[in-house]
């Protein structure tokens, strides 16, 4: 995905024709703006963070009355990173996990990116695994995208169209699906996924499992199209225009993947007074980041668009470290026991193209051992 560079020629293309979009939001009005309608579909960051927490203390509430008979509980949450597909990574853990007869019922699973395709299926559980083996070996390039052409750079949105990865995100998450994701909001689970609001500028997170609990009819497309818009690497795949309105009046956003903002995310720093309201519950964090943490060395080309590739996937790389040093600082603060899996450097598959059908096999393969025999998680980054 390193074509992103050629955004650098978008400049260029002022007197070529664009894409059209709706009348953006208002400036002041981008926390009012809704797409369903629903009080706590989303949350815009800073402004929603007030009523992130309150969502968040609603759902502990509602765990508390469903959970109530079990003596020996424990808090589970997971995050997965973006990665492209290096998300064959997290669904190998996750596979082989259960196969090892130890993985929880996750209380918060949070998704960006390829983070975000994964973070459904580990919310539902084990009984999920099989269409999560599928979507990450099964699936080949031309489920993913559509090549337009470096042409594209100048006259479009993107230089690929993402319409072939909103066909394979329709076919998984159909209304079984999202039955059972509002089942586990119910119970007060939450199921977060984050995109980038390209107007506003701020990052946003979408309450998944309150949009399929609501019983709207929009609700199954809105959740596709978020995931869709979550995994939306800006000038590689086109944004997402989400419709919404503001005092009745009608306008349009821009999404694209919550990568911009953040690689992964996990909860707001509340969270341990929130536990201590009730009985006290003892809280295990789990992050797998989709990606190697090792340097990754290369000898860079004295070219404009090698160089800024470069220069974006370093950046990229090290907002992913700093993102896994926070979570992992807020655990130590708030006493949540915190575990990490990121791609070792033992693992040396290497790729042609994106989204290499052998290259995820392996990965996977990779992952998956390492679960099914127990996952020797790090206790903080290394």
């Not at 960006?112 to 994964?118: F, R």
């Not at 977060?192 to 990052?203: E, F, I, M, R, S």
């Amino acid at each position: 995905m390193l074509g992103l560079a050629a955004l650098g020629l978008a400049g260029a293309a002022s007197g070529c024709a664009t894409p059209p979009r709706g009348q953006p939001v208002p400036r002041r009005s981008a926390a009012e703006a809704t797409v369903l309608g629903i009080p706590n579909e989303r949350f815009l960051i800073p402004q929603g963070l007030p009523a992130l927490v309150r969502e968040y203390e609603a759902a502990l509430g509602r765990r508390r009355l469903h959970r109530r008979r079990q003596p020996d509980d424990r808090y589970a949450m997971l995050a997965v990173s973006g990665g492209g597909e290096d998300g064959a990574f997290g669904a190998g853990v996750l596979c082989g996990w259960s196969d090892h007869g130890t993985r929880p019922e996750f209380d918060l699973v949070t998704g960006v990116s390829t983070g975000a395709l994964t973070a459904p299926f580990a919310f539902l559980g084990p009984a999920w695994d099989g269409p999560l083996r599928s979507v990450y070996t099964d699936i080949t390039p031309g489920d993913v995208l559509r090549q337009r052409g470096l042409l594209a750079a100048l006259t479009d949105d993107a230089l690929a169209d993402n319409a072939p990865l909103f066909a394979t995100i329709s076919r998984h998450l159909d209304a079984r699906m999202l039955a059972e994701i509002a089942r586990g909001y119910s119970e007060g689970r939450l199921l977060l996924v984050g995109t980038a609001n390209l107007d506003a500028q701020l990052p946003v997170t979408w309450n998944i499992g309150a949009i399929a609990a609501s019983g709207h009819p929009g609700a199954l497309d809105l959740v596709r199209r978020i995931l869709l818009a979550s995994a939306a690497v800006p000038g590689a795949f086109p944004p997402v225009m989400f419709d919404v309105t503001v005092g009745g009046q009608r306008y349009q956003e821009m999404h694209v993947d919550g990568g911009a903002f953040t690689q992964v995310f996990l909860y707001p720093r509340r969270l341990r007074e929130m536990l201590r309201a009730g009985p006290v519950l003892p809280a295990r964090a789990y992050v797998i980041r989709n990606a190697r943490l090792d340097p990754n060395w290369a000898a860079v080309d004295r070219r404009m668009l090698t160089i800024a590739g470069r220069a974006i996937s370093t950046m990229i790389a090290s907002g992913g470290y700093n993102d896994i040093v926070r979570i992992w600082t807020t655990t130590r603060q708030d006493g949540v026991d915190f575990n990490l899996a990121f791609i070792g450097e033992d693992f040396e598959g290497t790729y042609t193209e994106a989204f290499e059908q052998a290259y995820m096999r392996r990965l996977f393969a990779y992952a998956y051992e390492r679960a099914r025999r127990g996952y020797d998680w790090a206790k903080h980054p290394p």
